[in-house]
């Protein structure tokens, strides 16, 4: 039996797994918002053409890993928790740890692929935010540390790519970033590598460009930025990807 065989015997989603996947990708592309309340079983039973058991053995994983909430009661149901895109964060969080533990993912791949969010959520949110965003954005440029602490440094970099994320509003975007944060926040960092400056550097550019509305400008800061990450991890990015 070769290779391909075995990968042609590789099981599929079960039906109710399946649900649980199509329901988290309705929440992360944002038509299942946080709060949104879920038809009734027999309603999802009947859209999917699938028993009322397969649904119940779908929202029971969904439940089980804070997706969703139930109630009971005359007002009470299948809700998107208010934390929905967190947990799915965590999750994708946690499978890129394992990924790597099992040496089948490195720490290059997460950042060639973030780093490419990045420019994404950089050009998105300038095109999106709206002035709550800006607020925000300015908001969280005050908190940024004077002491010279490259730890604090670092804590504010990633809160601000957090906060760009934010400002796309697109939650696909927000749920990966967070994800690999959580990785990045994980991994062994050698700090004498860094100063406060390397980790802060072009930031100001992105939040101005974000704030003006300049999608090219935004970009472009943020390439310089990650660019210069990467050279100090020892990836750097490739020159074609330099925004035009």
């Known amino acids: 039996m070769t290779d391909r065989d075995a990968r042609l015997r590789k099981k599929v989603q079960t039906a109710p797994q399946q649900i649980a996947s199509l329901i988290k990708e309705a929440i992360l592309e944002g038509s299942l918002p946080p709060g949104a309340q879920l038809p009734s079983e027999t309603e999802i039973a009947e859209n999917f053409g699938v028993s009322r058991p397969t649904i119940r053995e779908a929202l029971r994983?969904?439940?089980?890993?804070?997706?969703?909430?139930?109630?009971?009661?005359?007002h009470g149901g299948h809700r998107i928790s208010d934390g929905s895109t967190a947990s799915l964060a965590r999750g994708m969080g946690d499978y890129m740890t394992l990924a790597i533990g099992a040496n089948h993912v490195g720490y290059r791949d997460i950042f060639e692929v973030r780093s490419e969010l990045d420019l994404l959520a950089a050009s998105t949110a300038a095109q999106r935010r709206t002035e709550e965003d800006v607020d925000a954005?300015?908001?969280?440029?005050?908190?940024?540390?004077?002491?010279?602490?490259v730890e604090a440094a670092l804590r504010y970099d990633l809160a601000f790519h957090r906060k760009i994320a934010e400002c796309s509003h697109n939650q696909l975007i927000v749920a990966f970033m967070s994800a690999t944060i959580v990785v990045f926040q994980d991994c062994d960092v050698d700090l004498d590598m860094f100063s406060q400056d390397s980790v802060l550097a072009h930031l100001d550019?992105?939040?101005?460009?974000?704030?003006?509305?300049?999608?090219?400008?935004?970009?472009?800061?943020?390439?310089?930025h990650v660019g210069l990450s990467g050279a100090l991890c020892g990836v750097p990015l490739d020159p074609a990807r330099r925004p035009r």
Do not use: C
């Open 137 to 149: 954005l300015r908001e969280l440029a005050g908190t940024e540390s004077a002491s010279g602490s």
């Open 205 to 224: 550019d992105v939040r101005e460009a974000v704030i003006a509305g300049d999608s090219g400008r935004a970009r472009e800061a943020m390439h310089r």
């Open 61 to 74: 994983t969904l439940k089980s890993t804070g997706v969703i909430t139930a109630a009971r009661g005359r």
